[in-house]
């Protein structure tokens, strides 16, 4: 209380003048400190062996002010691979204190899930003065996607290195390249990268007309994630997700977008209102995400592609539905900022939050 005191009566002597400069000063400081900890400490580094799953965009394409774009992170021991780059996911990845050589792997080619790969690209070379092109994964068509964002991103690598010179954005290490997988005949499976303990298998999804779409299963020492990627409930996801540590499904709230549909209808935007019944039959809801995980039996279930935005938190328990009735272990609404880790040697899964 005494310091409380002294504070006011410290302000009140300053005036305003000086309390504005006070205030100025104590910013500056904090700022200090912020930043010696941001450059001498790594989130990655820090993080325990296994597999960490960080929340880099848990939204879908409509405006949400409170959820980035698609874009999951996952960290096996100190690889950082990202599934989807959608717009402001190298940002919140940023904000988030995760930063190293990364690779990125596509699960399909709407515009949400690929605008943000040309300041994924930038961020990566240049802010570790890396050599190498990022690396691209993704089903056929993922050469193209790689090209045009090289060829958009041409002048400003070159700005880039005029600026900063060659030691800090090496040319060679400007835009992207392309690895593309393919499914072998009759299969709806293929293992895309096996190294260093990490197996990343992709599967087919049923996202149509979108084609091709895929989701993907990490496995590393013991430990297992299962990435959905966009689409309608898929025997294929289930099958993949059986067992699995973590599954990471999408989900939409045919009951919350129905709502928009009828305020398009009622402002007179028939178009958007179709909009709003086409989305229905290539997505998932809660419940039938819930289900899936339910059986396939899985350690706990995280839903992100949030769809729509929900503006108010007290519209989560509208959107889950019954999702937590039908699936009884640990459940949780995706928000930008989570970071979901699964240690090697043991079941134990833990989530914690890197953004306020």
């Known amino acids: 209380m005494k310091r409380v005191l002294t504070g006011l009566l410290v302000l009140l002597l300053l005036g305003a003048g000086g309390v504005w400069a006070f205030r100025a000063d104590l910013a500056l400081r904090i700022m200090e400190r912020r930043l010696a900890k941001a450059m001498s400490t790594s989130v990655v580094a820090s993080l325990p062996d296994g597999l960490n799953v ?17 874009c999951t992170a996952v960290i096996a021991g100190k690889r950082i691979f990202v599934v989807d780059a959608g717009e402001a996911a190298a940002r919140t990845l940023g904000r988030m204190g995760i930063a190293g050589d990364s690779v990125v792997l596509l699960t399909h080619f709407h515009s949400d899930h690929i605008d943000g790969l040309g300041n994924m690209a930038l961020q990566r070379w240049v802010g570790g003065a890396l050599t190498t092109p990022l690396k691209l ?12 964002f090289t060829q958009a991103y041409v002048q400003d690598a070159s700005y880039r290195t005029g600026h900063h010179g060659a030691p800090v954005a090496p040319p060679s290490g400007a835009g992207i390249v392309a690895h593309p997988f393919a499914f072998p005949e009759g299969q709806d499976s293929v293992v895309v990268l096996e190294e260093d303990g990490v197996t990343i298998t992709a599967f087919r999804v049923d996202h149509g007309p979108v084609e091709p779409s895929v989701g993907y299963r990490f496995d590393y020492k013991g430990r297992s994630v299962v990435i959905s990627g966009d689409t309608a409930p898929s025997p294929v996801v289930a099958r993949f997700a059986k067992g699995a540590d973590l599954l990471v499904h999408e989900a939409l709230s045919p009951r919350l977008v129905g709502l928009i549909h009828d305020a398009a209808l009622k402002a ?14 290539y997505h998932t809801s809660p419940d039938q995400a819930a289900d899936l995980a339910a059986k396939a039996g899985v350690g706990a279930l995280l839903l992100n592609h949030v769809v729509p935005p929900l503006p108010l ?9 019954d999702a937590r009735k039908i699936f009884t272990g640990p459940l949780w609404l995706a928000r930008d900022g989570d970071l979901i880790s699964l240690p090697a040697g043991g079941k134990t899964i833990t989530r914690k939050r890197l953004l306020r």
Request: aromatic share 6%; with cysteine; glycine share 22%.
């Open 268 to 281: 007179g935007n028939p178009k958007r209102a179709k909009i709003m019944t086409d989305i229905l039959n």
């Open 313 to 321: 938190r007290a519209l989560e328990g509208p959107f889950l539905g």
């Open 137 to 148: 994964y993704g089903p056929p068509g993922v050469e193209q996607i790689a090209a045009g």
């Open 54 to 70: 960080a929340v880099c965009g848990s939204g879908g394409p409509f405006p949400d002010g409170d959820r980035g774009a698609p």
